[in-house]
Antibody
């Protein structure tokens, strides 16, 4: 059964760092571009970052570029998001999601985890 | 970044009604647009990609249209389970950007 499971969320002080993780199972993880999407409490969806299957090509939202780093370990079927210099506005539920149209010019997120909550507060 | 303006922010409709949600891009994005449905406490669900291609398993009462800057999501014969928030997402260029969402209430 295909599944994505995020973990690593928690409460962190402003300016500190946190790593959230997404573990994939039941899918050929190394074949897909993987994304992070976040949702602040009561707010809409915000795309955060992506990493291509090769693990080298990455893109970021303007709001996190330079502070967040997305990476993946295809041998462990795991996606990471390292978040540095966290701000209160980074507080959100962080979802990982798969682009099942990887290789096509379009992108479509067909598989999502349940999310992991990051709270930024002193 | 490409801005996506979604409207209306919310709407209320009855079972059996037809509703349309619109999304406008700040520049031409061809047909590089998807629609997602999100219910409270759940992850989003893919409905449509490529502006008009229905994702497998999604009921045919959902349809998408548009090209360039103006797009629509139409739900015909509204059902109680369609109560949700709907988001558009442009995938024409990075960074990807979502619309602000439309909360659909079933009367």
């Amino acid at each position: 059964q295909v599944h994505l499971e995020e973990s690593g969320g928690g409460v962190v002080q402003p300016g500190r760092s946190l790593r959230v993780i997404c573990e994939a199972s039941g899918l050929s993880f190394s074949s897909y571009t993987m994304h992070w999407v976040r949702q602040a409490p009561g707010k809409g969806l915000e795309w955060v970052a992506l990493v291509w299957p090769d693990a080298n090509t990455k893109y970021y939202a303007d709001s996190v570029r330079g502070r967040f780093t997305v990476s993946r370990d295809n041998s462990k079927n795991t996606l990471y998001l390292d978040m540095n210099n966290l701000r209160p506005e980074d507080a959100a539920l962080y979802y990982c999601t798969r682009d099942y149209l990887t290789g096509d010019k379009r992108e479509a997120f067909d598989l999502w985890g349940q999310g992991t909550m990051v709270t930024v507060s002193s | 970044a490409i801005q996506m303006t979604q409207s209306p922010p919310s709407l209320s409709a009855s079972v059996g009604d037809r509703v349309t949600i619109t999304c406008r891009a700040s520049q031409d994005i061809s047909d590089d647009l998807g629609w997602y449905q999100q219910k409270p406490g759940k992850a989003p669900k893919l409905l449509i990609f490529g502006a008009s291609t229905l994702e497998s398993g999604v009921p045919s009462r959902f349809s998408g249209g548009g090209v360039g800057t103006d797009f629509t999501l139409t739900i015909t014969s509204l059902q109680p389970e369609d109560s949700a928030t709907y988001y558009c997402l442009q995938d024409n260029g990075y960074p990807l950007t979502f619309g602000q969402g439309t909360k659909l209430e079933i009367k």
